[in-house]
T-cell receptor, first 115, second 113 residues
Framework: ELKVEQNPLFLSMQEGKNYTIYCNYS?????LYWYRQDPGKSLESLFV?????AVKQEGRLMASLDTKARLSTLHITAAVHDLSATYFC???????????????FGKGTKLSVKP | DAGVIQSPRHEVTEMGQEVTLRCKPI?????LFWYRQTMMRGLELLIY????????DSGMPEDRFSAKMPNASFSTLKIQPSEPRDSAVYFC???????????FGQGTRLTVV
């Protein structure tokens, strides 16, 4: 069965703290995507990790990919309130035919950063 | 570019009525995807098109659902007849081969009462 599992599903953090969201997947995908969704809004692409060992950083967020372990992490450094949102990881569906958008999504991690 | 444009943003309809959701992909994109988001099932791919041709509709839940893409700049998702369990947020996304991400529209929140 094709699975993308995130944990935790809910995360309440204090401002200034660090934390990591984990994404495990069961496919043999070499690519992994992280999206952010604010309440009632669309999905915004954060990172596209294209190969084993890929690491990308944007502000207080850093994502990494280990294709051998089928694991990606999204690390939050010194959280601020503006990071409160739901974060999704996703992988290409097998035999996706080159269509960047044929994705299997995790359930999402709802992050709440409190002062 | 204005991004992926969906309409309407919100739709409330009565059970049994026909509902049509609309999507305008980003100009030049050759893939278009319809997703459904619910609390219980998360984000699910319903159908996708390549160059206006439906490629995989295995995610379409029932025959009540149909999707078309008459040209490169317009797609519809139709539910007929609608049922309360169809209540969800429906997202349209588009992408272009060789560019490694899809762009999502703002979604249509459908409520069937």
């Amino acid at each position: 069965e094709l699975k993308v599992e995130q944990n935790p599903l809910f995360l309440s953090m204090q401002e200034g703290k660090n934390y990591t969201i984990y994404c495990n997947y069961s496919t043999t995908s070499d690519r992994l995507y992280w999206y952010r969704q604010d309440p009632g809004k669309s999905l915004e692409s954060l990172f596209v990790l294209l190969s084993n060992g890929a690491v990308k950083q944007e502000g207080r967020l850093m994502a990494s990919l280990d294709t051998k372990a089928r694991l990606s992490t999204l690390h939050i450094t010194a959280a601020v309130h503006d990071l409160s949102a739901t974060y999704f990881c996703a992988v290409d569906r097998p035999n996706y035919g080159g269509s960047q958008g044929n994705l299997i999504f995790g359930k999402g991690t709802k992050l709440s950063v409190k002062p | 570019d204005a991004g992926v444009i969906q309409s309407p943003r919100h739709e409330v309809t009565e059970m049994g009525q026909e509902v049509t959701l609309r999507c305008k992909p980003i100009s030049g994109h050759d893939y278009l995807f319809w997703y459904r988001q619910t609390m219980m099932r998360g984000l699910e791919l319903l159908i996708y098109f390549n160059n206006n041709v439906p490629i995989d509709d295995s995610g379409m839940p029932e025959d009540r659902f149909s999707a078309k893409m008459p040209n490169a700049s317009f797609s519809t998702l139709k539910i007929q007849p609608s049922e309360p369990r169809d209540s969800a947020v429906y997202f349209c996304a588009s992408s272009i081969r060789g560019v490694s991400k899809a762009f999502f529209g703002q979604g249509t929140r459908l409520t069937v009462v």
